[in-house]
């Protein structure tokens, strides 16, 4: 059965930071590409960034220099690491699996999500 579980989402205040982590079963994680999306109310999900089975990473503009996505392969386990927050970060974040080992930016392009966590910056 396919799972993915996000957990660190909270409170905090603009300039703070947070550290998102999203558990995989093995199955759904092994040999795939790794993505971080987010979406505030009455938004569109945006892509945040995403990490290759081998580690290579790409952001949106939006993020560079402040998040950082890595992975543990050991663990079954991708991070994002947020900093320098602001309140327009604001959103449920969510973690997904991309089906392939290259990254991609399209929300299309991943097949299984987890259930979302929230992620609330106060100014």
């Known amino acids: 059965q396919v799972q993915l579980v996000e957990s660190g989402g909270g409170l905090v205040q603009a300039g703070g930071s947070l550290r998102l982590s999203c558990a995989a079963s093995r199955r759904t994680y092994s040999g795939y590409a790794m993505g971080w999306f987010r979406q505030a109310p009455g938004k569109e999900r945006d892509f945040v960034a995403t990490?290759?089975?081998?580690?290579?990473?790409y952001y949106a503009d939006s993020v560079k220099g402040r998040f950082t996505i890595s992975r543990d392969n050991a663990k079954n386990t991708v991070y994002l690491q947020m900093s320098s927050l602001k309140p327009e970060d604001t959103a449920v974040y969510y973690c997904a699996v991309r089906s392939r080992g290259s990254y991609s930016a399209s929300s299309t392009e991943y097949a299984y999500w987890g259930q979302g966590t929230q992620v609330t910056v106060s100014s």
């Open positions: 990490i290759t089975w081998s580690g290579g990473t």
